[in-house]
């Protein structure tokens, strides 16, 4: 049983940065594949950016080079540092947690709001 609490969303203006983090309530590094999805109003979500317990991440095209999903074994913790932001990157974000033995044990946080604008 996982829970996955998200913080760190806000407003934040073109070109500003801001780090998403997503905490486990249980045991997550091994065991899950971790990720972040995004989805704006009237807009499919999609992936943002994943990661694998070995380390290995991928990154939707639209974020490659200016976001970096990374990982806190000790603090059961992933985080999502976003820089360059833009206008389109406003979304609700989402940390996403699928195991990797049972792909039907599937969590979601509640989601936080990003806003990038003047």
């Known amino acids: 049983q996982v829970q996955l609490v998200e913080s760190g969303g806000g407003l934040v203006q073109p070109g500003g940065s801001l780090r998403l983090s997503c905490t486990a309530s249980g045991r997550i590094f091994g065991f899950y594949n971790m990720g972040w999805y995004r989805q704006a109003p009237g807009k499919q979500r999609e992936l943002v950016a994943g990661?694998?317990?070995?380390?290995?991440?991928n990154y939707a095209d639209s974020v490659k080079g200016r976001f970096t999903i990374s990982g806190d074994n000790a603090k059961d913790t992933v985080y999502l540092q976003m820089n360059s932001l833009k206008p389109e990157d406003t979304a609700v974000y989402y940390c996403?947690?699928?195991?990797?033995?049972?792909?039907?044990?599937?969590?979601w946080g509640q989601g936080t709001q990003v806003t990038v604008s003047s």
């Open positions: 990661i694998i317990s070995g380390g290995s991440t």
């Open positions: 996403n947690a699928n195991h990797k033995m049972i792909r039907s044990l599937s969590y």
